[in-house]
């Protein structure tokens, strides 16, 4: 069993700047690749950025890339996404993933726990 538990969300103004952290229970996170995704109101969920477990090989959706970068610390079982230059589309509800490991990154379905979500709003 994994548990997630997302913070450091909140409130920003438009060009500035969040870090949201996930800190995962279980003996697996280390060995997992761990993924961001967000959804807006009324909008599917959507892949943000995903870290592998060993070669911490990072990879970003083209709407955040240079903008967000997502990190680990296998030692205390923690992700991170830093946010910078944030817009207001950014807006939404950010969620951490673990990945099955049976699939692509990007894809939503090969996510297996799951987080209760951070909200983040941008103002204009």
């Known amino acids: 069993q994994v548990q997630l538990v997302e913070s450091g969300g909140g409130l920003v103004q438009a060009g500035g700047s969040l870090r949201l952290s996930c800190a995962a229970s279980?003996?697996?996170?280390?060995?997992?690749?761990m993924g961001w995704f967000r959804q807006a109101p009324g909008k599917e969920r959507e892949f943000v950025a995903a870290i592998t477990w060993n070669t911490f090989n990072t990879y970003y959706a083209d709407s955040v890339k240079g903008r967000f970068s997502i990190s680990r610390d296998n030692a205390k079982n923690t992700v991170y996404l830093q946010m910078n230059s944030l817009k207001p589309e950014d807006t939404a509800a950010y969620y951490c993933?673990?990945?099955?490991?049976?699939?692509?990154?990007?894809?939503?379905?090969?996510?297996?726990?799951w987080g209760q979500g951070t909200q983040v709003t941008v103002s204009s």
């Open positions: 993933a673990r990945n099955s490991g049976r699939g692509t990154y990007s894809s939503l379905y090969t996510y297996d726990y």
């Open positions: 279980g003996r697996t996170f280390s060995s997992s690749t």
